[in-house]
T-cell receptor
């Protein structure tokens, strides 16, 4: 059964810093991996989707990488801004199993 | 990206009443939709998978008679919390798969916060 973990659980950085969020999964048999953002009391917003055949995806200041063999994905946020403050979740789309979500990383970007 | 609309955003009800939450895919057809529950400061917990035209598949521990799911069309799934009790108070989120299962991206509704008095 797939298990997804995220490190760190919480992160606080000053504005302008580059930062990396980590996602690990135990079963490499995945269709894809997706990163989401959730603002307090809101639904999830899809940030990046990485297909299993891909190694990375980029959107603006965000870059996500995927290493299936090691069961890891990272979300890189460049030049962080206070508006980036949110909880970031990764989720795997798994063979024979539904999406499995990590517990999330709560990010605070201080002005 | 694709848009999923969820309604209502907030609902307060008395204990013992039933509440219906709608999840609509606005600009794409979704044969599969998912319903989640989220407790404060915790990640999403999958409740059930809703398939258009067939019965929903519930996760272990989720009462199907308590949480009724109907997916009557390719753009609408509903979750009805029957005989709601205070312990059912939670944040409920739906999502829909775009592009076919296993290859598509998952899009989420805005969530519905249920408070049962």
């Amino acid at each position: 059964k797939q298990e997804v973990t995220q490190i760190p659980a919480a992160l606080s950085v000053p504005e302008g810093e580059n930062l990396v969020l980590n996602c690990s999964f135990t079963d490499s048999a995945i269709y894809n991996l997706q990163w989401f953002r959730q603002d307090p009391g809101k639904g999830l917003t899809s940030l990046l989707l990485i297909q299993s055949s891909q190694r990375e995806q980029t959107s603006g200041r965000l870059n996500a990488s995927l290493d299936k063999s090691s069961g890891r994905s990272t979300l890189y946020i460049a030049a962080s801004q206070p508006g980036d403050s949110a909880t970031y979740l990764c989720a795997t789309d798994n063979y024979g199993q539904n999406f499995v979500f990590g517990p999330g990383t709560r990010l605070s970007v201080l002005p | 990206g694709a848009v999923v609309s969820q309604h209502p955003s907030w609902v307060i009800c008395k204990s013992g009443t039933s509440v219906k939450i709608e999840c609509r895919s606005l600009d794409f057809q979704a044969t599969t939709m998912f319903w989640y529950r989220q407790f404060p400061k915790q990640s999403l917990m999958l409740m059930a998978t809703s398939n258009e035209g067939s019965k929903a598949t519930y996760e272990q521990g989720v009462e199907k008679d308590k949480f009724l799911i109907n997916h009557a069309s390719l753009t609408l799934s509903t979750l009805t919390v029957t005989s709601a009790h205070p312990e059912d108070s939670s944040f409920y989120i739906c999502s829909a798969m775009g592009g076919g299962y296993g290859t598509g991206e998952l899009f989420f509704g805005e969530g519905s916060r249920l408070t049962v008095l």
